[in-house]
């Protein structure tokens, strides 16, 4: 009879900063751009350059240490990793092990089975490497530096997750309170948020950890979902099978959704760590703390709990806007336009969600203006153009931010509201549609119906149904 095991699952989460320049000199972070423009001395590690330490890193390490209810290490201090790897141009990466700048905090995440802590072991600052480019055609590799030297922070979990649902909870909080900060953007696509998953097994109840391994190259919240699960397939068909689980550092490939080993653990003293000798240490004292915290933006908790109070919008559809930043503040930008929270959410909630579904983009990839929408909405309010129209304008403010009001304007799309000339059109349809009137005044109500699409197509949709709904019972 087979046992049952429970999963266990720390784990490094590494976030690009969303600073201008990287963390010790003063190139570009821009991402993309032609190979090995965005370098110079010190981010490609040549002999004799010196670093020097972004301040906007620390700050932003900070900010994201306090909103994860972390201790600030008031004295820290950056170490050498050192390992050779064609990427890594100093044949050293600039990290912080023995001292990182954010210890001990816990984020809360929601599970089905309710809420739950997961702590934090620490976050530090270090630096990316380069990025090696296959050449498959040309049987080499080619090296681009321009991401070598980009400001990173590690977030390390303790080992608290049971499974792949509470993993991804603890990976949306973490990327919506960064994106919040604006700390980063955390784009899985582009790399700027990676996660390292460190996962054991052992028999359900035993308090003893199991052999653990780590999976790396985990770009999509499914990969990293679908990563755990077969991890956790592979690692119980070994012990089934009386063999062991050996710790090493795993690839998982989407494609063929499997993963392989790429090379066994390295424990920490294989790096030969040691301070830097080219960076004094960091001394962060409380005044600079209490600045940092007097300038945190309101996070979604906070944000929530207002919007509750102040917009008279359901529960579930304030949850679906805060859960973006971007999204709570097109939301509240708009608002201020127009004074309609309600219709302003209407929108966002029912056709902005419906064409990021249809377009598989994210809320953060919104480019409309809150202008445009809250033009669009005082158009249908003011009667100039009705629902059916105003959700084909939308269509077009959603793709290229056009400007509504000039849209209708050009294409003549107006709501016909004029009484004289609706009564004319609807008097045609009801002497071209003779059967429809008999059925309405048999007791039909859908005849009704069927004689107002009449009317709005022989108006091409731009009639105002209000009116040809009244003027039509007159008739009747």
Same mark, same amino acid.
């Given at each position: 009879?087979?046992?049952?095991?429970?999963?266990?699952?720390?784990?490094?989460?590494?976030?690009?900063?969303?600073?201008?320049?990287?963390?010790?000199?003063?190139?570009? &972070?821009?991402?993309?751009?032609?190979?090995?423009?965005?370098?110079?001395?010190?981010?490609?590690?040549?002999?004799? *350059?010196?670093?020097?330490?972004?301040?906007? !890193?620390?700050?932003?390490?900070?900010?994201?240490?306090?909103?994860?209810?972390?201790?600030?290490?008031?004295?820290?201090?950056?170490?050498?990793?050192?390992?050779?790897? $064609?990427?890594?141009?100093?044949?050293?990466?600039?990290?912080?092990?023995?001292?990182?700048?954010?210890?001990?905090?816990?984020?809360?995440?929601?599970?089905?089975?309710?809420? +739950?802590?997961?702590?934090?072991?620490?976050?530090?600052?270090?630096?990316?490497?380069?990025?090696?480019?296959? #050449?498959?055609?040309?049987?080499?590799?080619?090296? #681009?530096?321009?991401?070598?030297?980009?400001?990173? =922070?590690?977030?390390?979990?303790? $080992?608290?997750?049971? *499974?792949?649902?509470?993993?991804?909870?603890?990976?949306?909080?973490?990327?919506?309170?960064?994106?919040?900060?604006?700390?980063?953007?955390?784009?899985?696509?582009?790399? %700027?948020?990676?996660?390292?998953?460190?996962?054991?097994?052992?028999?359900?109840?035993?308090? +003893?950890?199991? &052999?653990?391994?780590?999976?790396?190259? /985990?770009?999509?919240?499914?990969?990293?979902?679908?990563?755990?699960?077969?991890?956790?397939?592979?690692? =119980?068909?070994?012990?089934?099978?009386?063999?062991?689980?050996?710790?090493?550092?795993?690839?998982?490939?989407?494609?063929?959704?499997?993963?392989?080993?790429?090379?066994?653990?390295?424990?920490?003293?294989?790096?030969?760590?040691?301070?830097?000798?080219?960076?004094?240490?960091?001394?962060?004292?409380?005044?600079?703390?209490?600045?940092?915290?007097?300038?945190?933006?309101?996070?979604?908790?906070?944000?929530?709990?207002?919007?509750?109070?102040?917009? #008279?919008? $359901?529960?579930?559809?304030?949850?679906?806007?805060?859960? *973006?930043?971007?999204?709570?503040?097109?939301?509240?930008?708009?608002?201020?336009?127009?004074?309609?929270?309600?219709?302003?959410?209407?929108?966002?909630?029912?056709?902005?969600?419906?064409?990021?579904?249809?377009?598989?983009?994210?809320?953060?990839?919104?480019?409309?203006?809150?202008?445009?929408?809250?033009?669009?909405?005082?158009?249908?309010?003011?009667?100039?153009?009705?629902?059916?129209?105003?959700?084909?304008?939308?269509?077009? !403010?959603?793709?290229?931010?056009?400007?509504?009001?000039?849209? !209708?304007?050009?294409?003549?799309?107006? %709501?016909?509201?004029?009484?004289?000339?609706?009564?004319?059109? =609807?008097?045609?349809?009801?002497?071209?549609?003779?059967?429809?009137?008999?059925?309405?005044?048999?007791?039909?109500?859908?005849? /009704?119906?069927?004689?107002?699409?009449?009317?709005? +197509?022989?108006?091409?949709?731009?009639?105002?149904?209000?009116? !040809?709904?009244?003027?039509?019972?007159?008739?009747?």
């Amino acid at each position: 009879m087979s046992k049952n095991y429970e999963t266990v699952i720390g784990l490094e989460v590494h976030v690009e900063l969303a600073t201008k320049t990287k963390i010790f000199c003063s190139c570009s &972070t821009e991402f993309g751009g032609a190979p090995n423009v965005h370098t110079c001395p010190v981010c490609t590690g040549a002999p004799g *350059s010196l670093p020097v330490l972004n301040k906007q !890193v620390v700050e932003y390490a900070m900010a994201v240490g306090l909103a994860t209810n972390c201790q600030i290490t008031r004295y820290s201090k950056f170490d050498r990793k050192n390992y050779f790897y $064609p990427d890594n141009p100093q044949n050293y990466q600039i990290s912080q092990l023995y001292l990182p700048i954010c210890r001990n905090g816990s984020v809360e995440i929601e599970t089905d089975a309710g809420k +739950k802590q997961v702590r934090i072991h620490e976050i530090h600052m270090e630096e990316d490497a380069g990025k090696l480019v296959h #050449d498959e055609w040309e049987d080499v590799s080619i090296v #681009d530096f321009n991401r070598s030297g980009v400001p990173l =922070i590690e977030i390390v979990s303790e $080992p608290d997750m049971r *499974s792949a649902d509470e993993v991804i909870a603890y990976l949306e909080k973490l990327r919506q309170t960064i994106q919040y900060l604006g700390a980063s953007d955390c784009k899985l696509n582009e790399g %700027s948020m990676r996660a390292d998953v460190n996962l054991s097994v052992r028999e359900t109840g035993s308090s +003893k950890f199991g &052999t653990r391994t780590e999976m790396k190259n /985990l770009n999509s919240f499914k990969a990293i979902a679908h990563a755990i699960e077969g991890e956790r397939e592979r690692q =119980i068909e070994l012990l089934e099978a009386g063999r062991k689980v050996v710790q090493e550092t795993r690839r998982w490939d989407d494609n063929k959704e499997s993963s392989h080993a790429m090379r066994f653990k390295e424990d920490a003293q294989d790096y030969r760590y040691f301070p830097d000798p080219d960076l004094v240490p960091l001394v962060i004292s409380d005044d600079w703390i209490s600045d940092v915290k007097a300038r945190q933006p309101e996070l979604r908790e906070e944000k929530l709990a207002r919007y509750k109070k102040e917009y #008279d919008i $359901p529960e579930y559809d304030a949850k679906i806007i805060t859960a *973006s930043k971007h999204m709570a503040d097109l939301f509240e930008a708009t608002t201020k336009i127009c004074g309609k929270p309600k219709k302003v959410s209407n929108w966002l909630m029912v056709e902005t969600m419906r064409l990021l579904k249809e377009h598989d983009m994210d809320a953060e990839d919104i480019r409309f203006s809150p202008e445009n929408l809250a033009k669009l909405i005082g158009l249908v309010e003011n009667g100039t153009i009705n629902g059916s129209v105003a959700k084909e304008v939308f269509e077009l !403010v959603f793709a290229d931010n056009t400007d509504p009001e000039k849209y !209708v304007e050009e294409k003549g799309l107006k %709501s016909v509201n004029d009484e004289d000339e609706l009564r004319a059109a =609807i008097e045609q349809v009801i002497k071209e549609n003779p059967q429809s009137v008999e059925d309405y005044h048999n007791g039909k109500e859908k005849a /009704l119906g069927f004689l107002v699409g009449q009317t709005m +197509k022989a108006t091409k949709g731009k009639a105002n149904p209000g009116i !040809v709904n009244k003027i039509l019972k007159e008739i009747l």
